[in-house]
């Protein structure tokens, strides 16, 4: 998200460039505007949690407050990156650095920066046009994965300077791996790419192994995406699109056990914020907003208070 789909399914900003991810055109989902979106996580040896996220801006204000912002739940949100500068455009995902140091993130490039606000490193994009979306660094900190909306291509993997990029798991998109590295999560067509009959379930890559493993079983023409995988590798979360349906956030243990439904109103970008407690997106008309709630269902409240 981690952590949008979304699967989409994208970015949910629908006033300027997005990574907005290609459906069938039948029974689409229902997808209102977002202002926060495709949150992560970062909490340090002191246990001191930190929130990256992105802002689609508020339309009082022409959308010039877009960009990458930083919280901490003590003081108020800072901007780290505003949209437009520097040519960046509408940021659509970030993770950070397992070292707490760095944010990867994605305007239909991949791009990297420091939580200082320096550094902004350029990193991959595609020449031929197709959007690189959801980077997440992996646990050692060598490694970033990220997706393109082009389906044959893929996931693709390189160095945290842009270097080595690869392609290594075709028709599969938002990308999480497991906190020891070994496994790698993400949602993939289990049909042909956006035909009328295609959806995603999801899956994951056992790298000692080196073998895939299909994780859910849901349902014809639902999009199943955005997995994150929790502090002990033990359970995933994931979001569901179903037709002319608002998203919900489920989770599964890590092979797959036990699907169950986490939101009952609305949920989308979920992303652990502890073992039991989760981050996510809940969509509302016209003002989507970050929530946490427990990964049974309970406790469910805002993070920002106005």
């Known amino acids: 998200m981690r952590k949008l789909i979304w699967l989409v399914m994208g970015v949910f900003i629908l006033s300027g460039p997005s990574c907005e991810k290609k459906l069938p055109v039948v029974n689409e989902p229902v997808i209102p505007y977002q202002k926060d979106h495709f949150p992560d996580v970062f909490t340090d040896s002191l246990g001191k949690i930190a929130i990256a996220y992105c802002y689609s801006g508020s339309t009082d204000s022409s959308f010039i ?7 901490d739940f003590k003081t108020e949100p800072k901007l780290l990156l505003r949209a437009g500068v ?27 920066i420091k939580l200082n606000g320096d550094s902004l490193s350029f990193l991959a994009a595609d020449k031929a046009g197709s959007y690189y979306c959801f980077p ?99 359970k995933v979360v994931f979001t569901i699109l179903k037709p002319r349906e608002l998203p919900q956030v489920w989770n599964i243990g890590k092979d797959g056990e036990n699907p169950r439904q986490v939101t009952s109103q609305s949920g989308c ?32 409240k805002p993070v920002f208070n106005k």
Do not use: H
Request: include cysteine; hydrophobic fraction near 30%; glycine fraction near 10%.
């Open 65 to 71: 407050d877009a960009g990458i912002y930083l919280y």
């Open 136 to 234: 997440d660094w992996s646990p050692d900190g060598k490694k970033i994965v990220f997706d393109s909306d082009d389906g044959s291509k893929g996931i693709g993997i390189m160095d945290p300077d842009g270097k080595n990029l690869q392609w290594i798991i075709n028709w599969a998109r938002d990308p999480a791996w497991s906190p020891d590295g070994n496994r790698l999560y993400y949602s993939k067509y289990t049909t042909q790419y956006q035909t009328d009959t295609s959806y995603m379930e999801i899956y994951c890559y056992d790298f000692s192994t080196q073998k895939e493993k299909r994780l859910t079983y849901l349902y014809l023409d639902t999009y199943t995406s955005e997995p994150s995988v929790s502090p002990s590798g033990e």
């Open 86 to 112: 520097a040519g960046i455009g509408f940021p659509g995902s970030v993770s950070f650095s397992p070292d707490g140091n760095w944010i990867a993130f994605s305007d239909q490039r991949i791009w990297k």
């Open 269 to 300: 970008n979920p992303v652990f914020i502890s073992g039991e407690e989760i981050l996510y997106v809940k969509v509302t008309w016209g003002d989507g907003k970050m929530w946490t709630i427990g990964i049974d269902g309970q406790n469910d």
